[in-house]
């Protein structure tokens, strides 16, 4: 029987896709199972003003597409479990001290964060103001930064066993450490066969579908990504999704030849992904730990291209060892490996067949039954140090 919950918040912050993806997954099976509760959706980057959300989202997809081996030194550096980082404490709690104040007036009894951000946030008011809230903190990597070791959840819920072995090497107490999988939507744990993905999107059912995803901020050489895999058109259907981004959307379609609009396709935003990746036989784009996770549980191999140095090199290096992805590192031979890998049926399927097998598509479900759980126990983690930094919410002005 499923506790008695007047507010669930599913928290995460608006840089990249994916830790709004898996908290709108978790958000689903949340509101599936409560439905006399209210589970709230929130990126805490919209409650701040326009100055720190250019700071926290544009700066870092600025350096991200112009200067990524700085975000992977940055990324390195801070790699640092509990490192006191007072001043970029400081400045989040002012940026986001509407927000935190409004939470203390009426707190939910669970908070699920899926960015280390609000996560943090929770665990300093809970800290120093007295926040009821049960903190329920999602990585959505494959690997555990530092960052997410910035303040004491209750529960953590990680994507597989290495995961869990460093946070408890970092002292994180083992039973707080759940194994569940990165949650993506639930229609990944239902997909429909090949054939009748295909037949669903009005795709041919014969040629081979090489299905290139942009990313949702559409970092990297987007365009001559698109021009290499426009090679393939004589043996593939290509199909780019772009999702938001109208700009590489429109610029993509200028670019398919004329002639070959039955070979290739560009989509905008859409809410088929699922049938997609069932329908594909590989996946082109970058190893970021939702599209990673979706591509597993469809079964779909991956050629990883432009991974941000941090987080997607770290992803990257689990999907080579488990035989799911290649690494396609130069972007001239980008269509020449992706011939050869559509040749060779055998090697494409032993892929297929790592991918499943590393796949957690009930990962939505698994973290709803530890939320849950969560909610109904009357045990709070005991972590053996407590030096997290201190510090009051900055008057509001």
């Not at 990524?68 to 980082?85: K, M, S, T, V």
């Not at 329908?279 to 079964?299: Q, Y």
Request: proline share 6%; charged share 20%; net charge positive.
């Amino acid at each position: 029987m499923e506790p008695h919950l007047r507010r669930v918040s599913v928290l995460s912050a608006g840089v990249g896709a994916g830790h709004i993806r898996a908290g709108l997954a978790v958000q689903a099976e949340l509101q599936r199972r409560l439905p006399g509760g209210t589970v709230v959706k929130q990126d805490v980057l919209e409650h701040a003003g326009p100055g720190f959300r250019a700071m926290y989202r544009d700066a870092y997809v600025a350096l991200a597409s112009r200067t990524p081996r700085l975000i992977g030194w940055l990324y390195d550096r801070a790699d640092e479990p509990w490192q006191n980082r007072w001043y970029a404490g400081l400045i989040e709690r002012l940026a986001l001290r509407g927000w935190m104040r409004e939470l203390l007036r009426d707190p939910p009894e669970v908070a699920v964060c899926t960015h280390f951000l609000p996560a943090a946030m929770l665990c300093h008011l809970r800290r120093h103001h007295g926040l009821p809230t049960r903190i329920a903190t999602v990585v959505t990597d494959l690997d555990v930064h530092g960052l997410w070791l910035g303040g004491r959840a209750d529960v953590w819920c990680v994507a597989g066993e290495e995961a869990r072995e460093i946070m408890v090497a970092a002292g994180v107490p083992a039973d707080t450490v759940r194994v569940t999988g990165i949650p993506i939507h639930a229609e990944f744990a239902n997909l429909p066969g090949r054939d009748d993905a295909r037949a669903q999107l009005g795709i041919d059912g014969i040629r081979p579908l090489v299905l290139f995803s942009t990313g949702g901020c559409c970092l990297g050489p987007v365009e001559r990504t698109f021009g290499q895999l426009l090679a393939l058109r004589d043996m593939a259907t290509v199909v780019a999704i772009c999702g938001h981004n109208e700009r590489a959307r429109a610029n993509l379609t200028a670019m398919i030849p004329l002639g070959s609009e039955d070979r290739v396709k560009v989509v905008g935003f859409t809410n088929e992904m699922h049938r997609w990746m069932a329908a594909a036989d590989l996946l082109v784009g970058k190893p970021g730990g939702i599209t990673s996770s979706e591509a597993r549980a469809a079964g779909l191999p991956m050629a990883a291209i432009h991974p941000i140095p941090g987080q997607e090199e770290r992803n990257l290096a689990h999907l080579l060892e488990w035989g799911a992805a290649i690494a396609c590192h130069t972007p001239a031979t980008l269509a020449w490996r992706v011939r050869g890998l559509l040749q060779s049926p055998a090697r494409l399927a032993a892929m297929r067949h790592a991918a499943r097998a590393s796949a957690r598509p009930h990962a939505n479900n698994e973290v709803a039954d530890t939320v849950l759980e969560l909610a109904s126990s009357s045990v709070r983690a005991v972590y053996p140090t407590a030096s997290v930094p201190s510090g009051a919410i900055p008057a509001t002005s």
